[in-house]
């Protein structure tokens, strides 16, 4: 199993890992789900039964959320040295957020999701 040194593994037991059609195959689906006891879900090709169908929804609402991590939070300048600085770092960023969207909540914002009030 993959690991940062001094942390926990990378994939754990009964993880979903969503991933592109090319991680398709036999021997690497076995992998995933016999070595890392994982799950694989990736779109389904023309010449295999369905399975998942069409991820693109999912796939799309990930790649707004990482959109927003780097641009909104500065992700890609975090200042983090090590792994551990970099989930630090990465961590505030998002307890500050949910705390955004909780005051949003609580003092009845009409849009809840909107960090403009917050935005420097």
Known sequence: MSRIRG????????QVILA?????GKEFEAFVAE?????????????????????????????????TLKGQFSLEQHGGRTPA??????????LAL????????????PIKRSLIAYDH
């Open 85 to 94: 600085g970099v989930f630090a770092r990465t961590g505030q960023r998002l």
């Open 35 to 67: 070595r890392l006891g994982a799950h694989l879900v990736r779109p389904d090709r023309k010449d295999e039964p369905v399975r998942h169908g069409k991820i693109a929804r999912v796939r799309q609402w990930i790649e707004a959320v990482i959109d």
């Open 20 to 24: 592109d059609k090319g991680f398709a």
């Open 7 to 14: 942390q926990g593994p990378l994939v754990r037991q009964g």
């Open 98 to 109: 949910a705390a955004g969207i909780w005051h949003n909540w609580t003092t009845g914002a």
